[in-house]
């Protein structure tokens, strides 16, 4: 029986694959049956996606600390170590990032001055999907209604809404973190991020978007510590088609391990508190 | 598009006018007219809650639920000892009152309502409140006019806020700053490692939410008066629920021998927002409506965003990096 909560199933690369194969056929040996009528009850037991955390509700529990292994914040785009950044193959699905020409000169004038002009550098919110595949941790809190993701750089709390709300009519101006509205196809967390603005970068690299950004993200178990996360970008401004990205979250297992603030952005002027003179 | 939500900063100093132009200041409150939110913002007096039994609403791990909106209902932070006397060098706002028709101070013991400081640390409290209204050195902006963490106490001064409840866990989405509160009984974060909203380990007594704080930074101040404690501060508090869901006090210990004489509590009394208050901007209570039609009126918590949007509010003076890295990770 194949379920909707299919992983991947918009992903033609060959990046991961294998995982999706493992996913796949979790799905059609039915492994994840609550009725527990495998028929084969040992691969039922033993299969990555029959021990997955769940709600009360029966939904997946993304409770959690997680955080990216990936390169994917130095440069979504497949590139060869330099200075700032290792090399890596990308994330991007197909390989490079499908820039309408006008945003190709403007993507490589902040390429050009990313070590000054990366919002990151001044500890400010990441926007969506970056603040996924930065490389710190993030935790999120689930409930049946919402999930909050707290990422520990800066001060960035998201709420994924679940409880069948739409997204604002109209608002006044957009979000940092865009608003995200979630619903479920069978294992997987779909949600839809829109009203984000446009002073957010998607990676180290220079890599941008728009006030027209919508961003259609994917959350699925691959086992109980790792989700895959897909997002497919559309901003009819800046790309000439919508593109998708994939990229692995890997839940904190360190011992005692547990988010600590990083409101980095308080460092220039930290040290004058309490009542000090400063250096 | 840079302007957003800057409801974050709305009760900013005066002394900081020249940043203002981009901030509201809400309306004073009006003799004999409720103020949006049940009128209660600007009590004069704190309910009495007994801490005891928890007959209310629970959650599927056993505690007690209390997660919504919340807000203190005497003022906000112009003032740690009179709340409602106004910030130091500034005018309170709405008609000037005595001493005894204004609520109570937040010192709650000893029972002068003064923060019991060692003579250097009331020294130190009292320049910054001398020098608040025309700051002329970095260290006589308030923090949180810099968009800092509100901190231990004053997130709970400070706006509006939300709380959520997991098990294991209750997270606190304040204006500025968020905190989580861990129930697991582990053990607090290694000393040297200091923080805004320092570290936060709860656990339940009936109606009552304990936590013990610790990792402080201290930097975050109680208020424009100054009022301070240093990162040796350890703080227990105790947050005690109304039965009926619609109230609780925030009775909070402070012990600090390197700045005050002795302990002393303070006290801070919250009511609930629901969506029978006004929604939309009204600082105890930043929710909008959100959008499902059919069905009944359901409010969200706002987006918050303070340093991203304000710039160098509250900066002018000494220049906050707007422009510059400030971290090479």
Redesign the interface.
Known sequence: MMRASMPWKSAGGILLAGIAAVALNGATSDARSPSGKSQNPDQAQTHPLAQIPRL?SGKPDF?GIWQTLSEADYDLEPHSGRRDAPPSAGIVEGGQIPYLPKALAQKQHNFAAR??D?P??????LGVPRSVYYPAPF?I???DRDL?L?HQLG?Q?R?I?T???????SV??????GDSRGHWEGDTLVVDVTDN???TWLDRAGNYHS?DLHVVERWTFVDKDTIAYTATLDDKSVFSRPWTIHVLLNRRRDK?F????D????????E???????K | MTMRRLHVLLIASASLTASLSIAQTPPAPTPGQPRPGGGIGFAKTVPQIASGAWNGARLADGQPDIAGHWSNTIANHSNWTDPQGGAPGEKPRGPERPRDQRAPSRVSDPADGQVPYLPAARALQEDFAKNFANPTKPQYIEPLARCAPGGVPKSFIWHGYEIRQYPGYLVFLFNSGTRIIRLDGKPHLPANIKLWNADSRGHWEGNTLVVDVSNNNAKALFGRTGDFASENVHIVERYIFDNDGKRYNYVATFEDPTVYSRPWTATIPARRYTEADPAGGEWHYEANVANRPGKPLLHERMERMCVENNGPFGGGAVGVPLTDPIIDR
């Open positions: 009360a409770s070590a000054k990366d990151r550098l001044k500890c400010w919110s935790q809190f689930q409930r909050t707290v001060n709390v709420t809404h409880n069948e709300t739409q997204h604002p009519e006044e101006s957009n979000f940092w973190l603005n446009d002073e006030e005692n547990e988010l600590i603030e409101y980095c952005y308080t460092l220039p002027y930290d004058y508190y309490p009542h000090k003179g400063g």
